[in-house]
C-alpha cells in the first residue's frame, strides 16, 4: 500500500524560510511527477510548483523566485524550499504525485501541512 507523508510545516515569520518534504513509500518504482498545492481558508486550492518526469520545473507566478520544488529519486521523496516567505503564503500545504508502480502508474496526495506565516 502506498503512502504519502508530509513534513516541515510550520509557524515562521514574514522573510523567513521553510522546507517542506513529501516522502512516498511502499512498492514503487519512482515518482514521475509531483506537485505542489495550497489551500488558504476561504479560498479554492491552487497549483504552486510542478516538477516533470524530466526535472523540468514551473511555478505559480506568486512564488517564482522564492520557492524551489526538487525530487529524490533513490528516497522517492519531493520537496519545496520556502524562501521570502510572506503572510499570504499562509495555507495548507499537500503534496500530489504520480508515482510508477509495478501495476502502472497512480496519483496519491498527502495529508497537508499548515504553514503559517505571521509575526
Known amino acids: 500500500q502506498v503512502q504519502l507523508v508530509e513534513s516541515g510545516g510550520g509557524l515562521v515569520q514574514p522573510g523567513g524560510s521553510l522546507r517542506l518534504s513529501c516522502a512516498a513509500s511502499g512498492n514503487i518504482f519512482s515518482i514521475y511527477a509531483g506537485y505542489w498545492y495550497r489551500q488558504a481558508p476561504g479560498k479554492q486550492r491552487e497549483l504552486v510548483a510542478t516538477?516533470?518526469?524530466?526535472?523540468?520545473?514551473n511555478y505559480a507566478e506568486s512564488v517564482k523566485g522564492r520557492f524551489t520544488i526538487s525530487r529524490d529519486n533513490a528516497k522517492n521523496s519531493m520537496y519545496l524550499q520556502m524562501n521570502s516567505l510572506k503572510p499570504e503564503d499562509t495555507a495548507v500545504y499537500y503534496c500530489?504525485?504520480?508515482?510508477?508502480?509495478?501495476?502502472?502508474?497512480?496519483?496519491?496526495w498527502g495529508q497537508g501541512t499548515q504553514v503559517t506565516v505571521s509575526s
Open positions: 516538477i516533470t518526469s524530466s526535472g523540468r520545473t
Open positions: 500530489n504525485l504520480d508515482l510508477l508502480l509495478p501495476a502502472g502508474r497512480n496519483n496519491y
